[in-house]
């Protein structure tokens, strides 16, 4: 029933933008904590966002703070990460899930709570 659709990746040259929309249905999404985690090729997940149900805390992992912010419409069910001056390493599949924390087993979430990703490839 839970389910969450990630949208917005796309190809971007270094310094460029990008918008990612998460869109959650089936659970009460207005009371999770929620989290944008990455994974490059070959390499290992990394967690790169939360934003708290509560009260609206953002964290950041510091290979991207002060470029990436992390926002949610509870309203519209979505969660957002606006990413600036991208860098090439920044190209990962990105996925929005239920927050587990830095070092949670995100792999260990149940498929609704793990969304099938958003490729971000930044390339010139």
């Avoid at 929309?21 to 989290?35: N, Q, R």
């Avoid at 985690?37 to 510091?62: C, F, H, M």
């Avoid at 239920?98 to 958003?118: M, N």
Wanted: hydrophobic letters at 35%; proline letters at 2%; aromatic letters at 10%.
């Amino acid at each position: 029933e839970a389910q969450l659709e990630e949208s917005g990746g796309g190809l971007v040259q270094p310094g460029g933008s990008l918008r990612l929309s998460c869109v959650a249905s089936g659970f009460a999404f207005t009371l999770y904590d929620m989290s944008w985690v990455r994974q490059a090729p070959g390499k290992g997940l990394e967690w790169v966002s939360a934003i708290n149900a509560l009260d609206g805390k953002t964290t950041y992992a510091d290979s991207v703070k002060g470029r990436f912010t992390i926002s949610r419409d509870n309203a519209k069910n979505t969660l957002y990460l606006q990413l600036n001056s991208l860098k090439t390493e920044d190209t990962a599949m990105y996925h929005c899930a239920k927050d587990l924390g830095q070092s949670g087993d995100y792999y260990a979430l149940p498929r609704g709570y793990w969304g099938r990703g958003t490729q971000v490839t930044v390339s010139s």
